[in-house]
């Protein structure tokens, strides 16, 4: 051992060229598994610059500044609710699955769960929900709320987690039960974490929301889809370029909010 050791720091150079042939073989295979066509993508420039074309100028009409409006709001909507259904029902699992609170069989359930969740599509979610409520704005809802808890459960976990073991061991010498060790010495320690997190998927649930408006689950989504549906890509136009300008705001606002919330 050693020996292999002394070799290792003698000729490191070795590592980086097997590092670097195997990201060369690996990035091979990818290119070679798509079957890439190089002149096929130098050809479709024409249809690019013709399909952009088709976008401008944005159609400014008082109508679709209405209807845009009005359909952010109701995304907005989703998001704040999904967010707070996802958020709700991930802390318990995300306190199931951790290492340093919970039993094994109890981590093992609770990480399948988070890995089955997140195995599934938000496309398939929403139209998993239109189906059994129906279309408009409760579907994309609920379907954001089951689809946050796949990805906040495994970010709560990571923070519970990374908490100072000492202060969970001192509780237990006291006699603490698990709810007791999670309450007081798990929950003050990850709350700021765990509300930045929040703020993140937020914003990340905008963006899925205009998504599943595409199936019919209401929202800014349905009527971009409506709109690109009828050829009217001019108004499609109006409404991602709102969309860009209210996501980049929210993204502000939510980066300071999450800076106050690392300073606590």
């Avoid at 002394?6 to 195997?22: G, N, T």
């Avoid at 519970?160 to 969970?168: C, M, N, Q």
């Avoid at 237990?172 to 990850?190: E, K, T």
């Amino acid at each position: 051992m050693k020996n292999l050791s002394r070799f290792w720091k003698r000729f490191s150079w070795v590592s980086h060229l097997l590092m670097a042939c195997i990201v060369i073989i690996v990035y091979g295979w990818a290119l070679q598994g798509l079957k890439v066509d190089f002149q096929l993508l130098k050809d479709s420039w024409f249809h690019i610059i013709d399909f952009v074309s088709r976008l401008f100028p944005p159609n400014t009409s008082w109508d679709i500044l209405y209807k845009t409006a009005k359909a952010l709001v109701e995304t907005v909507q989703m998001s704040v609710l999904g967010t707070t259904i996802g958020a709700l029902l991930s802390l318990p699992i995300a306190v199931a699955s951790a290492r340093n609170v919970a039993p094994v069989w109890l981590r093992w359930l609770a990480n399948f769960l988070q890995n089955a969740v997140r195995s599934v599509p938000s496309i398939i979610l929403g139209l998993l929900f239109v189906a059994a409520t129906g279309l408009g704005p409760l579907a994309g809802t609920l379907a954001l709320g089951i689809y946050t808890i796949g990805y906040l459960a495994k970010f709560y976990q990571q923070a519970i987690e990374a908490v100072d073991p000492r202060s969970i061991e001192s509780l237990q010498v006291a006699g603490a039960s698990r709810l007791q060790v999670a309450q007081y010495g798990l929950l003050p320690q990850v709350l700021p974490l765990m509300l930045g997190y929040t703020l993140w998927m937020f914003e990340y649930n905008i963006r899925a929301a205009s998504v599943l408006g595409a199936v019919g689950a209401g929202g800014f989504g349905f009527e971009l889809k409506s709109y690109i549906d009828g050829f009217e890509y001019t108004k499609a136009t109006t409404m991602i370029l709102i969309l860009c300008v209210v996501v980049t705001i929210i993204d502000a606002l939510s980066s300071k909010l999450r800076q106050r919330l690392d300073s606590m």
